[in-house]
């Protein structure tokens, strides 16, 4: 089962690093993007996004229960989750609010969730890096 952790996890790193990092800022950056439309596309994105990444931490817990795991791999896990669990729960709905304000025409609304998240983020990637290997490491 630690294949399918690696794995599954290293897809999940693949993910966040490609729309986080990728996506999100080059999406700006587009003829005819504006910001408004921009934010809206960034908030479907990341919601499709963020529920891949539940149905993905979902997967490893259900693979660290059938197989053998170190403790590296447990805390590890519990890290990167507790992460998520910040983001979605006390980050995203900030941004979400700022997101609307910007829609209904307050450009003007200045937000730090931004820089949060993007902490967050960068904590994340670490726990997926370690995560990954660590599950390679006990096979």
Same mark, same amino acid.
């Given at each position: 089962? %630690? =294949?399918?952790?690696?794995?599954?996890?290293?897809?999940?790193? /693949?993910?966040?690093? @490609?729309?986080?990092?990728? $996506?999100?800022?080059?999406?700006?950056? @587009?003829? /005819?993007?504006?910001?408004?439309?921009?934010?809206?596309?960034?908030?479907?994105?990341?919601? +499709?996004?963020?529920?891949? $990444?539940?149905?993905?931490?979902? /997967?490893?817990?259900? +693979? =660290?229960?059938?197989?053998?795991?170190?403790?590296?791999?447990?805390?590890?896990?519990?890290?990167?989750?507790?992460?998520?669990?910040?983001?979605? @729960?006390?980050?995203?709905?900030?941004? %979400?609010?700022?997101?609307?304000?910007? =829609?209904?025409?307050?450009?003007?609304?200045?937000?730090?969730?931004?820089?949060?998240?993007?902490?967050? $983020?960068?904590?994340?990637? @670490? /726990?997926?890096?370690? =995560?990954?290997?660590?599950?390679?490491?006990?096979?």
């Amino acid at each position: 089962m %630690n =294949l399918a952790v690696g794995a599954i996890t290293f897809v999940w790193l /693949g993910m966040v690093l @490609a729309i986080s990092f990728l $996506e999100a800022p080059v999406k700006f950056r @587009a003829p /005819g993007i504006t910001v408004p439309l921009g934010l809206g596309i960034g908030r479907l994105v990341f919601r +499709a996004l963020n529920v891949v $990444e539940v149905v993905l931490l979902v /997967g490893i817990g259900v +693979a =660290l229960l059938l197989g053998p795991r170190s403790a590296t791999v447990g805390w590890t896990t519990a890290a990167v989750a507790l992460v998520l669990v910040l983001q979605l @729960a006390a980050v995203r709905p900030a941004l %979400n609010a700022r997101t609307r304000r910007v =829609l209904a025409g307050d450009p003007h609304t200045g937000s730090r969730a931004h820089l949060v998240y993007i902490a967050l $983020e960068l904590l994340k990637i @670490a /726990g997926l890096v370690v =995560l990954g290997l660590a599950a390679y490491a006990v096979v």
